[in-house]
């Protein structure tokens, strides 16, 4: 409570007094929270461009000067410095961790890597050309039935939080075994997170698996780029669920389901289709361009554009540099990432580009990324999920442990019809 208050004149010259509210970085909020009670109105706002749904303590983000801070520190030292691991504890616990208790935590992790052995026969149930993140979504919610002590209110988060953290990466990893036909690879206590989650998905019975250091790092880096984004449409998805109570793997599994749309968490495959596409026809992107500005045939520049960032999203600054070394360090040359750089260049000096602040963001180059380390296109927005666990988990336990928290439930203005008057069938025309 900054002590301020803000004016709001009704039309029937009511005036009512609004507590205005200052968070630590100086951004300002009209707290409406007592306005339906004092007067009969509500707001409206779809889309929640004006809306603020909480106050929380984990992720600072403008969208104007283009900066982004977990818990203080900066995405650009994260992603230099640190790695997954070490960054899921500070989103989750708010604080680095000391080297014992990273330590810790990672035993934690490796420890609770495995899912239940039952839950093998979910994947042979499904298609082989089921989309993984349909596998995911429901392997998720399933942990809850074999967890079923999370339903209760006092279970041991911290214990539920860690399987979550470790075992979504062994049912993403075996998700994609089982679609391309192969034995699952069980992971290996030796690796850390990131290392061991490339051994599960590209280690085969017959051959000895070298991880990579070059990728097991650039893995490490993309999962700290995506680990938390404040109240984006999953993470508000995953503490609308919450706020009912639901357990913490039902929330996680509606983040999931709600990162799946091409305008969130989808982007980063439907880029890679953009560029293919493109591609296909010729490779004449100014003309793609041209379309996309001009509205015709409904199709936007995936990957560029962000209801927050009005200037460049810095994971995007990250990720183009993080391209260019690791495909140099691979020995990849990809045609897609010279035509993606094209198509920035020309759109970054396009006046419908300019004038809308359309920036590339964090899906536009991380696809090129996961491609060059052999990941297939329809694994991206799982790999996006993995990434975003830590802070989906981190808005959970932030909404939970808040005396503030009351479940979720917007208003509505009805445009309906009034009340009128049953007709029976024998009556109408
Ligand atoms: N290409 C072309 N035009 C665009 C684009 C784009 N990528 N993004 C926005 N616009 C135009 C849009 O047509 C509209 O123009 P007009 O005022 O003439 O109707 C204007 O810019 C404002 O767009 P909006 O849809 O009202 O903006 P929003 O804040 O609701 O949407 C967005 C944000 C990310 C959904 C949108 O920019 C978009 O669809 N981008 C492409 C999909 C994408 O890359 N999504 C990933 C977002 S980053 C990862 C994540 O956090 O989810």
Redesign the pocket.
């Known amino acids: 409570m900054s002590g301020k208050t803000a004016k709001l004149t009704l039309p029937d010259g009511r005036e009512h007094a609004l507590n205005v509210i200052v968070g630590s970085e100086n951004e300002h909020a009209i707290d409406i929270r007592s306005l339906r009670q004092d007067t009969g109105y509500i707001t409206l706002d779809s ?1 929640y461009m004006n809306t603020g749904a909480t106050t929380s303590a984990i992720t600072y983000l403008d969208g104007e000067a283009g900066v982004l801070r977990y818990r203080g520190y900066s995405i650009e030292d994260l992603a230099e410095k640190s790695n997954f691991v070490e960054t899921s504890y500070l989103l989750i616990h708010g604080r680095l961790p000391t080297a014992r208790e990273r330590d810790e935590f990672s035993k934690q992790l490796t420890y609770h890597s495995l899912i239940h052995e039952d839950m093998q026969h979910f994947f042979a149930g499904y298609p082989p050309t089921s989309h993984p993140m349909a596998v995911l979504s429901a392997m998720v919610t399933s942990l809850s039935a074999y967890y079923p002590d999370c339903l209760d209110r006092d279970a041991p988060m911290d214990l539920h939080i860690t399987r979550l953290l470790s075992k979504v990466r062994t049912i993403a990893a075996f998700s994609y075994k089982k679609s391309i036909g192969q034995p699952v690879m069980y992971p290996r206590n030796s690796l850390k997170y990131a290392a061991n989650f490339l051994h599960m998905m590209f280690a085969v019975p017959a051959e000895d698996y070298e991880v990579s250091p070059v990728l097991e790092k650039a893995l490490n880096q993309l999962l700290i780029l995506h680990a938390d ?1 404040e109240q ?2 999953s993470t508000s998805t995953v503490r609308l669920v919450g706020s009912s109570g639901a357990n913490v793997y039902a929330a996680i599994a509606a983040g999931v389901l709600a990162l799946w749309g ?4 989808g ?1 980063n495959q ?2 890679i289709e953009m560029l293919e596409d493109i591609q296909k026809a010729g490779g004449d992107y100014k003309k793609f361009i041209d379309d ?1 500005k001009n ?1 015709r045939g409904e199709r ?8 927050v960032y009005k200037n460049y ?1 810095p994971r995007a600054k990250i990720l183009k540099k993080m391209a260019d070394e690791v495909l140099e360090h691979l020995g990849i040359q990809d045609p897609l990432l010279d035509l993606a750089k094209s198509m920035e260049e020309v759109a970054l000096r396009d006046d419908y580009f300019i004038s ?1 602040k ?1 920036y590339p ?3 536009f180059y991380s696809g090129i990324l996961y491609r060059a380390m052999g990941i297939p296109t329809n694994m991206f927005t799982v790999m996006f999920a993995l990434g975003r666990l830590p802070g989906w988990i981190a808005h959970w336990k932030e909404m939970v442990e808040s005396k503030d928290t009351k479940i979720g439930r917007p208003r509505q203005i009805y445009t309906g019809e009034v009340e009128r008057r049953f007709v029976p069938i024998s009556e109408r025309p």
């Open positions: 889309g984004h984006n449409c091409p305008l969130h968490g982007a439907a880029v996309v509205k936007r520049l995936m990957g560029f554009g962000h209801r999203d809308k359309l963001n964090v899906d």
